[in-house]
């Protein structure tokens, strides 16, 4: 009988996926700050060893108090992802940056760090589609804005860009988050704050330039700035996939988000 038992058993594990995926947390010199940034990188097996296949990136920004572990923590399955879809995801430390080289800090040089310093990282680190057909970059609500900062700015590094939930027009919160840090009071600044938010970067792009998702839940308070950003485009005649869904501002909505985010990029790299 307990023979039974163990042959079942191990049938029954004989038939489940089995992901060898490999979560690295590495510590990434930023030249440009002077200090080393913690990024935590999910691998699918397929790019590991020497014989490892080249595979797209997805760079994952965290919001507003966050860190590098904070993408892992709201999707745990990012590793099986990692296989199933063979991408690599890169989830830096941004602190409470907004992403931005901030015109007040000069020792907050987070575009500079994710556009180019990780990007070099992690091309020499691990087995990467190096170029912008095999890269991507998203991330919710500070992340969000953050990720469509860089790519729009940087559109030789990225092909394609998201944001979930993102702050993507930072002026209608001008106390919050510790952005005046960063930028200034608003009430003096204004032209800095002007240039320093998403919505005023669209301009920058002609319609092909991006693969562009974006998303908000339906009782998020970034939601009217999300559709503000999506009209814009729209008036540019930038293509772009935009979704409103039931959901709020937390953990729970963009771990549902996250999986339509990474099927868009998914089908943009196969392309």
Known sequence: MKRKSLLFVCLLLA?????????????????????????VVVVPDIALGEKGTDCPVVYLLHGFGG????????????????????????????????????????????????????IKAIDKKYKTVAEPRGRAITGFSMGGHG???????????????????????????????????????????????????????????????????????EGDFFLDVNKALHQRLLEHKIDHDFITRPGEHNGEYWNNSIDYQILYFSKFFKK
Request: charged content about 25%; glycine content about 6%.
């Open 15 to 39: 038939t489940l996926p089995f992901y060898a995926a490999q979560v690295d947390t590495v510590m990434v010199k930023s030249p440009s700050m002077n200090k080393e940034v913690q990024v």
């Open 67 to 118: 860190n590098a572990k904070s993408w892992i923590g709201i999707r745990p399955e990012l590793p099986q992802i990692a296989d199933e879809k063979g991408i690599i995801f890169v989830c830096p430390d941004g602190k409470n940056s907004w992403y931005w080289d901030s015109p007040k800090n000069k020792d907050s040089r987070y575009e500079t760090f994710i556009s180019s310093e990780l």
């Open 147 to 217: 990720a469509l900062w860089n790519a729009f700015r940087h559109k030789d590094v990225f092909g394609a860009a998201g944001s979930t939930s993102g702050g993507v027009d930072i002026r209608p919160f001008p106390k919050d988050w510790l952005m005046p840090v960063q930028l200034g009071e608003m009430e003096t600044n204004k032209e800095i704050w002007d240039e320093h938010t998403v919505i005023n970067q669209v301009d920058k792009l002609q319609n092909g330039d991006l693969a562009l998702i974006i998303d908000c839940g």
